[in-house]
């Protein structure tokens, strides 16, 4: 069976990596956070369905509130959703992290999303009070509550993580469901719990093939359908920098890339990254860099090997300027467009029509569509107001 490129969606992901200026000194995050405003408001303007924004605590990024700066884009922003890229459940409150995302969405007019996970920093535990020993219990129980939360109906609930709760709702009420992705770094166990709760999958990609992936999407579709579930979405979250030349991309994003992965490294015992592994990644792993058509078929591979339904960029790696990520949004959103930046002249409208007209996707992987947005998913982004 063809994928239809046009039932795909496209997203653009930020941690809030706090960047340089031209002179290459640190800009400050107050800045960079005014900064991922503009970058949002334009890739709605070049039609990219999705706009997520990761949360930290720690000095290299910028957003500990994702769902403020998100606010902020609701009233400069039309049609694109705005969700996180991940909210860290085991550290936060779900039921307060759905009265946000509620009120979010009723400033958006129907546009909020959310993507929940355990995140790969830790920073959140000792800064609000979490051990973790109780890493595990803490998102198992945060999620089936969230997951409670989120049917609109009185609360009853209890578990080992907080105290019982019996009928009670929450304010303001939700107008709609609340499209909710579960973000997933490869463990079969998360997998398979995401498809338990009914939830739809977000494969964060950030090295390595994509290919290798493969196994968790089938498993993800075979859990579902024993669990007696409809089919949900999913998606792959992965790296990447556009500019007009392959050269150019990779000359970009190379110093950054390096120097986030070996500030990392040091903290977790990894050693020393270089050139060498950013070519590999570039060439032949997880990082999608390179002119806007090396891009657009670097994703169609991983579309159609996959069976996906949304693929997510994250468009920002390491202390990149704001100029160059606001070139690679307009490229990633006007890819393969015969008119080039003119999508940006037709307003969000456009719903990124040029990198779906970039895409050549081949009939290499079945995957049955979505007929319907399904409980807590969506298979494309919902109508305008």
């Known amino acids: 069976m063809s994928i239809d490129p046009g039932s795909i969606t496209f997203g653009l992901d ?19 956070i005014r900064d991922i405003v503009a970058q949002g408001e334009l890739a709605d303007q070049v039609g990219i369905d999705h706009f997520s924004i990761g949360e930290h605590h720690r000095p290299d990024f910028a957003v500990s509130a994702p769902d403020m ?17 991940v ?50 219990t803490l998102f198992e ?28 709702s929450l304010y303001p009420p939700l107008e709609r469901e609340l499209p909710t992705w579960v973000a997933v770094g490869g463990s079969p166990n998360s997998v398979i719990r995401t498809a338990r709760h009914g939830l739809p999958l977000m494969l964060a990609i950030i090295g390595g093939p994509a290919q290798r992936f493969a196994p968790y ?15 949900r979405p999913v998606g792959v979250h992965s790296p990447g920098h556009i500019a007009a030349t392959d050269a150019a991309a990779r000359e970009q994003l190379a110093p950054h890339w390096i120097h986030n992965r070996n500030e990392i490294g040091r903290e977790r015992g990894w050693g020393p990254s270089g050139i060498g592994e950013f070519e590999a990644e570039a060439d032949h792993g997880a990082l999608y860099v390179g002119s806007p058509e090396t891009v657009a078929q670097k994703i169609a591979r991983t579309i159609t090997s996959l069976g996906i339904d949304r693929f997510d960029l994250k468009y920002v790696n390491g202390p990149m300027p704001h100029e160059q990520l606001m070139e690679s949004i307009r490229l990633y959103g006007t890819v393969g467009d015969p008119a080039g930046a003119g999508a940006a002249g037709r307003g969000a409208g456009s719903r990124g029509i040029g990198l779906r007209r970039g895409l050549r996707i081949a009939p290499l992987h079945p995957s049955p569509r979505l007929t319907g947005a399904g409980r807590h998913g969506c298979a494309a982004r919902p109508p305008p107001g």
Do not use: C, N
């Open 141 to 168: 129980e945060k999620l089936d509550l969230l997951v409670t939360a989120l049917s609109g109906e009185p609360i009853t609930w209890s578990g080992t993580t907080r105290a019982p709760l019996k009928d009670q």
């Open 87 to 136: 909210i860290v459940l085991s550290s936060d409150d779900p039921l307060r992290v759905v009265e946000r995302f509620s009120t979010l969405d009723a400033l958006s007019q129907g546009r909020a999303e959310l993507t929940v996970g355990r995140g790969s920093f830790t920073e959140s535990f000792p800064l609000f009070g979490f051990a973790m020993q109780d890493y595990e």
């Open 69 to 85: 700066v998100l606010a902020g884009l609701a009233a400069r922003t039309e049609r694109i959703t705005l969700g996180t890229a």
């Open 14 to 32: 930020t941690f809030g990596d706090v960047t340089v200026d031209s002179a290459g000194d640190p800009v400050a995050p107050a800045q960079v």
């Open 217 to 231: 999407v089938d498993l993800f579709h075979e859990a579902t359908a024993k669990l007696g579930g409809q089919r």
